[in-house]
């Protein structure tokens, strides 16, 4: 045990299903083993505000099966300069915060890791993002909860699209990163599933329909992630589909931020309790600088620095499974 008595607890950026089930993990895990713990407000923005509360084990009941977070997020352009900095560690010596915990993604890391750097404040990041696009955890909270709010949309879009013949193409979250569009594209059942980590070409999206539509196929699911490059977007796909294969109706349903709300799935309870668990107990056995993750069901950390810059790759096994699936 070192010397840390208070910990502070904030989620940042993009906001997921599961951060509040991670801060009800930090604060009763600071409980239990009788350490203070605070609330802080709004992220960074909140640090540079003193927007600070104090929160016991009673604080956070009711809120594991709640979507958003209760301490709210926000992105903070101040805390990118010196001085933001510098107005937020006197607020948190001030308040006696000996270390925090940062819930959120690789941006918040970012600012958390120069934090360190800049004033040797004990950080510990908790990756909570629906996009599972973090280096060092196999999942990051949120992206479980994400899939299934995905294929329970996509299943009832196939009930319409096949009460009319309709080919639909669905537009998911994942501005750099395939792994909701892949994931939720095999478990609903998509005839096509477009990432931006493969550009097969619109030729080939167009061939592959076709050859459906003559094996019997009345109607077709394509989910595209938001930022795959196979058309400029995904109404000029519908409109060079359309143009192409006028044998379908062709309708686009954009998902959008439906996607990062919802009560958390179990999993994502579970991973956030486990983690939130690792990261105050990583403080108080004076280790910093570090991220949780899990791998191999396994509870581990990953330094901050390779978490923001290592890529997370797609599931080849994953795409051959769905080309297979979709004959
Ligand atoms: P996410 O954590 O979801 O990736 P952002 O990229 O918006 O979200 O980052 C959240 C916040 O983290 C930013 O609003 C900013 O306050 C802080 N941050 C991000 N990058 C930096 C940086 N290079 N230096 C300092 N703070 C940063």
Do not use: W
């Amino acid at each position: 045990m070192n010397n840390i008595r208070k910990i502070g607890v904030f989620t940042s950026g993009g906001d997921s299903p599961g951060m509040n089930a991670a801060i009800r993990s930090v604060v009763r895990t600071c409980a239990y083993l009788k350490v203070e713990c605070i609330g802080i407000y709004r992220g960074y923005q909140g640090m540079i505000e003193g927007d600070f509360k104090p929160m016991g084990a009673r604080s956070v009941n009711n809120i594991i099966n709640k979507g958003g977070t209760i301490l709210k997020s926000a992105r903070c352009q101040e805390f990118r300069t010196k001085e933001g900095r510098q107005k937020a560690y006197d607020n948190l010596i001030a308040a006696g915060i000996d270390a925090f915990v940062v819930i959120g993604g690789d941006g918040s890391f970012t600012g958390a890791m120069i934090f360190n750097q800049e004033f040797d404040f004990p950080v510990i990041g908790i990756p909570g993002t629906i996009d599972n696009d973090i280096f060092g955890t196999t999942f990051t909270l949120g992206f479980d909860t994400a899939l299934n709010t995905v294929v329970e949309a996509i299943d009832k879009i196939r009930d319409t699209a096949s009460s009319h013949n309709r080919l639909f193409f669905v537009e998911v979250m994942g501005r750099d990163v395939g792994h909701i569009a892949l994931n939720a594209g095999v478990g609903a059942g998509a005839e096509e599933i477009l990432i931006p980590e493969e550009n097969l070409g619109r030729e080939r999206l167009l061939e592959s329909l076709k050859r459906s539509k003559e094996s019997g196929k009345s109607s077709s699911i394509v989910i595209v992630a938001e930022g795959d490059k196979t058309g400029k977007n995904i109404f000029e796909l519908k409109d060079y589909v359309e143009d192409n294969f006028p044998d379908y109706d062709v309708r686009v349903s954009v998902l959008g931020h439906m996607q990062r709300g919802g009560s958390p799935s179990c999993y994502d309870r579970v991973l956030a309790s486990r983690m939130g668990v690792k990261a105050v107990e990583s403080l108080l056995e004076g280790k910093t600088n570090l991220m949780v993750g899990i791998q191999d069901n396994e509870i581990i950390l990953t330094p901050i620095n390779k978490a923001i810059k290592g890529h997370t790759k797609i599931d080849k096994e994953l795409i051959r499974v769905s080309d297979i699936m979709s004959i």
